[in-house]
């Protein structure tokens, strides 16, 4: 993940700020892996001894670009040509005997799963290797094209609104759409393939969807910007409007895990344990995705009991599920509790017991338990 850039200047400006992005050049040659990529059974309980590939991001197209640099264009933006890239030597060092490759990544990584993982199963299957069951893991990459809290003028990265930044990004990378999902939609508006609930019912690999419900970084291309100053009323409402969108949109995907917590990403980060949708843990939750699908496999069974795979949180605010990873205040760095941060969100205990019918003190019991 990290973001993209989609016009000359912009680019120039990410090339001079965050370097890392742009060019592999001063890339570490070492990298420790965490979470999901974590060799440590304690950190990583069902995925430690599995083969690991770590593709860093430095093409800034959302892993979609096909157009290397020219006399047009400085740079080059080559996502979707390094995943085949990599696929094609991976073959060499011993993925051609693999029963299972999972292509996971979060927030422009996640979406990159969603517009790659097809391909990465058609290229395999070209190269003669039909027995390797293909799959994605799409960790905060699943946006809304949703209408921002306070519209801005498409000037920089993070104010842009996401359908006119990636409306230009296709152009200015080249960017390639699975053709399931460009056939759904007019010429000129591939740029609906880059929001997950547009894209995954045209998928054939099985995808599982981890996502926050109340994303940070959705909210920062929203411009709900939640610092210093108690939130009005109206972000108040916008935020929990957004919760309920986004869980609309995971309705009818098979596989997901959606949180009702203010973050952003979780596979790679070392606490991604710990986080819990109605008793289950990811990680719990992608082993029981991978059972199904090796069950399925063989006879088309049921689902299997007390190994759920849907997880979605039904409570209706940001952080009022008790395993939420912890917020910091973002001034002081104190650590806030469920309550002490709905406060500081200007969340008004009276008002919000009267529309539920509670007691006010029945509401706080409710929330700091995060039923």
Known sequence: ????CFSRENCHTRYGAMRRLMS????PDTRVGTGILSSQPEENPHWWNANMVFIPYCSSDVWSGASSKSEKNEYAFMGALIIQEVIKELVG????????LLLAGSSAGGTGVLLNVDRVAEQLEEMGYQGIQV????????FLDNKQYRRTDCIDTITCAPTEAIRRGIRYWNGIVPERCKLQFKEGEEWNCFFGYKIYPTLRCPVFVVQWLFDEAQLTVDNVHLTGQPVQEGQWLYIQNLGRE????????????APACLSHEIITRNHWTDIQVKGT?????LHCWDRSLHESNKNGKAPLKGCPIHLIDSCPWPHCNP????????????????????MHMGFDVQKMAQQQGLEPSKLLGMLSSGN
């Open 1 to 4: 993940g990290g973001w993209y």
């Open 24 to 27: 592999s050049r001063e890339w």
């Open 93 to 100: 060092k011993g993925l051609s005997t693999a029963k299972v």
């Open 135 to 142: 799959r994605g893991l799409a960790d905060s990459g699943w």
């Open 246 to 257: 986004l869980r609309n949109t995971l309705k009818d995907v098979t596989a997901s895990f």
């Open 281 to 285: 843990s990811l990680p719990r939750a």
């Open 323 to 342: 395993s939420c990873p912890t917020i910091r205040d973002q001034f002081t760095g104190q650590e806030m509790n469920v309550i002490q941060f709905l």
